[in-house]
């Protein structure tokens, strides 16, 4: 076994028919690589709310942390920020998979997913941290009672 995985890109980062996605700084020729997409896709380039998937190639850490709380604001609830950052690094290079996840941390997003995207880049998933259930009534710890 290889290691290989066979899904098309747009599938594995979760692109589905009739999805708003946008791309943002993507290395020349990325938006092909996403061929053949599903049926309704459309590519947004302004839109200020409602994304359900972002790929955010980011110049660098700077970049990033200026503009992740706008790409959250813009993200739907149930949608996806895709981090794509290189996956060798130099000593200058302070764009990590372990930066991303604090820069996502500290707006309330988490990690849930990693995707080689191109070649040279991963891609980390952000999504809006889960709220924690409710306990189901009746399922809690009863008062013990005392004679």
Do not use: Y
């Not at 399922?139 to 005392?146: E, F, I, M, S």
Request: net charge positive; aromatic share 6%; with cysteine.
């Amino acid at each position: 076994m290889s290691g290989l995985s066979f899904t098309p890109l747009c599938t594995a980062l979760g692109i589905k028919p009739g999805a708003k996605v946008s791309l943002i700084n993507p290395p020349p020729g990325f938006a092909s690589r996403l061929n053949p997409l599903p049926e309704g896709v459309d590519f947004l380039v302004t839109a200020q709310t409602g994304l359900d998937v972002i790929l955010f190639f980011p110049a660098d850490a700077s970049e990033l942390v200026a503009r992740l709380p706008a790409l959250a604001r813009a993200m739907a609830v149930t949608g996806g920020i895709w981090v794509a950052f290189p996956r060798e690094q130099s000593s200058r290079q302070k764009l990590t998979e372990d930066f991303v996840r604090h820069a996502a941390l500290d707006l309330g997003l988490v990690d849930n997913k990693l995707w080689n995207v191109t070649p040279e880049c991963t891609a980390l998933r952000l999504v809006w941290r889960p709220r924690p259930r409710p306990e189901r009534p009746g399922t809690g710890k009863q008062p013990v009672a005392q004679a």
